[in-house]
Every structure is written in C-alpha cells, then in structure tokens.
C-alpha cells in the first residue's frame, strides 16, 4: 500500500545553517506530496505540496523538489531560524478514489538553538 | 475566514470512561476528516466523511469508536469504553472536494486525551 518514510526522527541544527529533511515515498498512483508543519500545541499547516516532476516549490524560504524517478519530496532551507523549531510531516495524497485522503510519515522534529 | 474549531482541547479520563469530540469544520468545506495522533508520530487516518455520508471508516476501531455528521457540517467522534492506547491527540482537518485546493487538509487544532 500507499507509505511514506521520514528517516530522521530528531535533528538539532544551529541557527543559520542549512537543513535537509528527507521524504521518500510508495504509491501505485500518480503522487501528490506535501509537508506540513506542527508547531508545539498548534494546528499541523500545510508547508508546501506538489505533483510536478522535477520541478521546485517554495514557500516562507522553505523548498522541495518533487522526484518521482527517486520517489522523493525532500524539505530543504538555506538557513534556519529559531522560529522554524517545530514537526515537520511529509504526506502523500492517496489518488484513486480517496484522492483526497493523506498519508503521513511519522514525522522529523527540528530544533533550531541559539 | 474561521479555521476548524475543535472542543474540548483536553480530556483525562480513568479506562473505561467514554468522550466525544467535536469538530466545526471551514465553511463550506464538503469534507472533513478524523485523524488520531500519537505522541511523537503522525497523524493516521480514522475516518473521512464527505457531506454527511462516511467515505471510508476502515481504520476506525468500530468497537469503540463511532463518528457522525449529521447535516453534512459539524461532526462528533466519540470513544465508548476508553483504553489506554486510545492516549493520542484527535485531529479534525477539512477540505473542498474541487477545485485548486481540493487535497489541501485545514486541520484544527485537536484534542489531547489523556487515558490514565
């Protein structure tokens, strides 16, 4: 069936540095990903999300790429900052006739120190 | 524009006990969604609704767990007989079923239950 892996559970990183969440994904359908972001005791929000091949998304300095040859959708950031400290899900869209159920990896929590 | 409003926004209960949850979806949106959360996962899917009828509750322990949505708006979930396992935040998340942004969940809140 239709899965999602998020492959690291923690990362700490130092303000201003680079940051690369990874994504994978199976699906037996045409894939639609998105990332979400949860901040401590709110709403998960959508981050950003695509279905182009090979083609950047960008959004609040946050951007993936979409590769269906490597069935990836990493989350990446030039230079973090301590307000970017949250839960971060890749999700998948299922398509078929529940095109518009997601399925959510387990998620990457990202703290961003001083 | 209001997002999706969910109550209570904790619970503790003793095994055994029952709750339910109520979710306020987006004005509008056609379909909303359950999700159960546990700590440090993500969210898994219980059941989805689209209007007032269920779309797939497959994943809704049916023992226990049991959702309506009566008009087609608001919806409650409800847990009878509570077990620890059943320790997660429950997520309401609603969506338009066309249109641009037909597969973009809003989700609310949730609710964090506690099952001592």
């Known amino acids: 069936g239709d899965s999602v892996t998020q492959t690291e559970g923690l990362v700490t990183l130092t303000k201003g540095l680079p940051v690369m969440l990874n994504c994978t994904y199976q699906?037996?359908?045409?894939?639609?990903l998105f990332w979400y972001v949860q901040h401590l005791n709110e709403a998960p929000k959508l981050l950003l999300k695509?279905?182009?091949?090979?083609k950047r998304t960008e959004h609040q300095g946050f951007y993936a790429t979409l590769h269906k040859s490597s069935s990836s959708f990493h989350l990446q950031k030039s230079s973090v900052q301590l307000s970017d400290s949250a839960l971060y899900f890749c999700?998948?869209?299922?398509?078929?006739?529940?095109?518009?159920?997601?399925?959510f990896g387990s998620g990457t929590k990202l703290t961003v120190e001083p | 524009e209001a997002g999706v409003t969910q109550s209570p926004r904790y619970a503790v209960l003793q095994e055994g006990q029952a709750v339910s949850f109520w979710c306020d979806p987006i004005?509008?949106?056609?379909?909303l969604y359950w999700y159960q959360q546990p700590r440090d996962q993500g969210p898994q899917l219980l059941v989805y609704?689209?209007?007032?009828?269920?779309?797939?509750n497959s994943q809704l322990p049916s023992d226990r767990f049991s959702a309506v949505r009566p008009k087609g708006t608001n919806s409650t979930l409800k847990i009878q007989s509570a077990k620890q396992g059943d320790t997660a935040t429950y997520l309401c998340?609603?969506?338009?079923?066309?249109?641009?942004?037909?597969?973009?969940?809003?989700f609310g809140a949730g609710t964090r239950l506690s099952v001592l």
């Open positions: 004005s509008g949106h056609d379909t």
């Open positions: 998340a609603s969506s338009l079923d066309w249109g641009p942004s037909q597969n973009t969940l809003y």
């Open positions: 699906t037996t359908y045409s894939p639609f």
């Open positions: 695509s279905s182009t091949d090979n």
């Open positions: 609704f689209r209007d007032e009828a269920v779309i797939d």
């Open positions: 999700a998948l869209s299922e398509g078929g006739s529940n095109y518009n159920v997601l399925y």
